[in-house]
Each structure stands twice: as structure tokens, then as C-alpha cells.
């Protein structure tokens, strides 16, 4: 193939290139060779902004997580410290009910104790009195009869110690009843506090190891995508710098499609001589 043959065989390639792309209607060779860089830059730039996006949204999604989790471990560290707190009560109220406990029973056998010491002392005890001289008959009479009947003292009357005895007693068995049933009803609700409580607490732990495990498979995806888009922008930028570098060439001189085809044909017509002179000298 000869030279000229050659730069007519570039220009219906150049041509063919206008077919292919449909892209100016007013063709120019130079413009052709500039729609693959341009078209990879819109291209990266598109693939940039989509993960420059994604990046705002997982870093957004792993800050979200990370304050939910942060709720959470407080929620139930609060709730712990309202445990301890609850068993600390509860362990200084069981010791004070069951000493209360324990000294209403002791007092029950003391106290049954002396009440019937003192019934047998009533029972057993019948005292005499004796009337010593110048009394009348009468009088006499009645206080013969009085001296025969039991010494009641004190325990005579239900006001008297052996009563006020029995009320005594009658209390500090109602105090061991109430002490104990109190007792019995504040371990009840100690005890569906910490079951409440624990159960909430084993769900939100649960919640925070699921949000963990999440925050650490976002962060995992953040990390790749900030790296592709690291790797994006580079291909970008260089994209953008060949565009910079072919732009001088291909900017538009002003020249309509008309002067560009004459100006073409004049420079394969200035081709074609230059060819033949080189042919002669050839020869």
C-alpha cells in the first residue's frame, strides 16, 4: 500500500468511526477520538457519586447502630444498678423482719411462761384472815366468810396482770403473723423484680450482640467501598487528565463543516502531490 493509498484508507476509518458512534452531527476526526475518555469520565464520575452515596449511608447507618448500642449497654447497666440496689434493701429488710421474727417467738414462750406462774400461784394460793378483837357479830360473820374465800390478788379482776399478760401475748403472736406474711409478700416481689428484670436485660443483651454484629458487617462494607471509591476517583482523575490533555487539540476552531471538509480535501490533495514528488525523486 502506498502512502496515499494509506492516509485514504485513515480517513474512511475516521469515517467508519462517525458511523459507529452517532454521536456529532457535524463530524470531526478529532472529536471522534475524543468520545472514549469523555465517555469514561461521566462514566467514573457516575460510579463515584453511586459510592460516595453508599459511603454516606453506611457511615450513617454504623452511627446510628453505634448510639442504639450505646442506649442499650446504659438501659442495662441502669437496670443492674436498680438490682443491686433492690437486693441490698431486700437483704437488710429479710435480716431486720426475720430478728422481729425470731423475737416475737421468744417472747410468745416467755411471756406464756410467766402467765402461767402466775395462774398456778392464783390457783394454788387460798389464804386465811383473821379477825382479831372487838368486833361486832356481824361483822365478824362477813369477814369469815371473806377469809375463806382464794387469795386473787393482782390477778383478780381482766384489767389484772394475768390479763394484761394475755393481751401481751396476744400481740407478739399478731406480730409474728404480720412479720412473716410482710416477709413472705416483699420476697415475692423481690423475686419477680429480678425475674422481670433479667429477662429484660438477657433480651437487650441479645440486641446489642445482633446491633454489634451488624455495626461490624456495615463498617466491614464501608471500609470496601471507601477503597473502591478511593480506587474510582484515581481512574477519574486520570480520566480528567487526559480530557485536559486531549481538549487543545479538539476544541472547535470556528470552522464550519463545510471549510473542515475543503480544508481536508486540501490537505490530501497537498498529500497527493507531496507523494508524487516523492515518487519521482524515487525513481
Do not use: W
Not at 112 to 130: E, G, I, M, R
Not at 159 to 182: C, K
Not at 213 to 238: M, P, V
Amino acid at each position: 500500500m502506498s502512502f496515499f493509498q494509506s492516509v485514504t484508507q485513515q480517513d474512511d476509518d475516521i469515517f467508519l468511526h462517525k458511523s459507529q458512534f452517532h454521536i456529532f452531527d457535524d463530524y470531526d476526526p478529532r472529536k471522534a477520538m475524543f468520545i472514549r475518555p469523555a465517555t469514561n469520565g461521566e462514566i467514573k464520575q457516575a460510579e463515584v457519586e453511586e459510592l460516595a452515596a453508599n459511603v454516606e449511608k453506611r457511615t450513617a447507618e454504623s452511627s446510628q447502630l453505634k448510639t442504639e448500642i450505646a442506649e442499650l449497654t446504659d438501659a442495662v447497666a441502669e437496670m443492674k444498678g436498680k438490682q443491686s440496689e433492690a437486693t441490698q434493701i431486700r437483704q437488710e429488710e429479710k435480716k431486720t423482719n426475720t430478728q422481729a421474727i425470731e423475737d416475737a417467738k421468744v417472747a410468745q414462750v416467755a411471756v406464756s411462761k410467766a402467765t402461767q406462774v402466775l395462774k398456778d400461784f392464783y390457783a394454788k394460793n387460798a389464804a386465811s384472815s383473821f379477825v382479831q378483837g372487838g368486833a361486832s357479830a356481824e361483822l365478824g360473820d362477813a369477814m369469815s366468810q371473806a377469809s375463806q374465800a382464794p387469795y386473787k390478788g393482782m390477778g383478780a379482776a381482766s384489767g389484772g396482770i394475768v390479763g394484761m399478760l394475755e393481751v401481751i401475748l396476744s400481740d407478739f403472736a399478731r406480730l409474728e403473723t404480720e412479720t412473716s406474711s410482710a416477709e413472705a409478700q416483699a420476697q415475692d416481689t423481690y423475686d419477680k423484680f429480678m425475674d422481670e428484670s433479667n429477662q429484660d436485660n438477657a433480651v437487650k443483651d441479645t440486641e446489642i450482640a445482633h446491633k454489634e454484629k451488624n455495626r461490624e458487617e456495615c463498617d466491614g462494607d464501608n471500609r470496601s467501598l471507601k477503597k473502591e471509591l478511593e480506587l474510582t476517583q484515581e481512574e477519574l482523575d486520570a480520566a480528567m487528565d487526559y480530557y485536559d490533555k486531549l481538549k487543545p487539540d479538539c476544541v472547535d476552531n470556528g470552522l464550519s463543516y463545510e471549510d473542515r471538509v475543503q480544508k481536508r480535501e486540501e490537505e490530501i490533495q497537498a498529500l497527493g502531490e507531496a507523494l508524487k514528488i516523492l515518487n519521482q525523486e524515487s525513481v
